[in-house]
């Protein structure tokens, strides 16, 4: 264990919380530079370092609630990703959005941790928001598939999407994405319904091109 390199990265990590810190007339710098938080930052930054991933992130969550500090919540969500601890990656990307609500990494990071739980209902307006940003609009479109792909209620990843997509009727790839939903549930009328629409609005687009021809692949039977 190399103590100079933990003790560097307890000053960067403290630094960074105090320069995050929410603004709060009742706080102060003393708040965060305090005995109990440094040791409880030194502790969790040493479990980190030592693989005891899970130990660190509930100590990192921990100190997010203390501090009101996004930073924090933010490390103890990426820690999650490698701890696969669900009700822990759960709070702190919950909190990490509350205290960074214009944080995209933080939208992304409990829109996918939400559907990892198969909580739709709530990942949805999330997910409305980070499809608001006209730039990404149509890679969020095409990622929705791939993001929903393990979720077990075809039905229902359907629906969502379907209602995600209703806002852009002429954007391709949310037709795409509403096609590619119901081509599991093998709900053809949407699905031609869907591919009609991409042929008027992008009718060169390669992808559903070769959507279609890895399903003409896999089944003989489908009509088109």
Not at 140 to 152: P, Q
């Amino acid at each position: 264990m190399h103590l100079l390199r933990i003790f560097a990265l307890l000053t960067l990590l403290l630094l960074g919380v105090i320069a995050n810190a929410k603004p709060d007339p009742s706080s102060s710098i003393d708040n965060y530079t305090n005995p109990d938080l440094v040791f409880k930052l030194l502790l969790a930054e040493i479990a980190s370092q030592r693989g005891e991933l899970n130990l660190a992130s509930e100590l990192f969550l921990d100190l997010a609630k203390q501090t009101d500090n996004a930073l924090l919540a933010e490390r103890a969500t990426r820690l999650t990703s490698y701890t696969r601890n669900g009700a822990i990656a759960l709070e702190a990307s919950k909190i990490w959005n509350e205290l960074n609500k214009d944080s995209i990494d933080a939208q992304q990071a409990l829109s996918e941790i939400l559907i990892a739980n198969n909580k739709l209902n709530e990942a949805k307006p999330i997910l409305q928001k980070l499809l608001l940003k006209e730039k990404t609009r149509a890679s969020g479109f095409l990622y929705l598939n791939s993001l929903l792909s393990r979720v077990s209620d075809k039905k229902a990843v359907l629906t969502l999407v379907a209602d995600l997509a209703k806002p852009y009727p002429k954007l391709a790839e949310a037709h795409f994405a509403v096609a590619h939903a119901a081509w599991l549930i093998k709900d053809l009328k949407t699905y031609e319904k869907e591919l009609a629409s991409i042929n008027q609005i992008k009718p060169d687009w390669e992808m559903p091109i070769l959507f279609k021809g890895q399903i003409l692949g896999k089944s003989s039977c489908f009509l088109y």
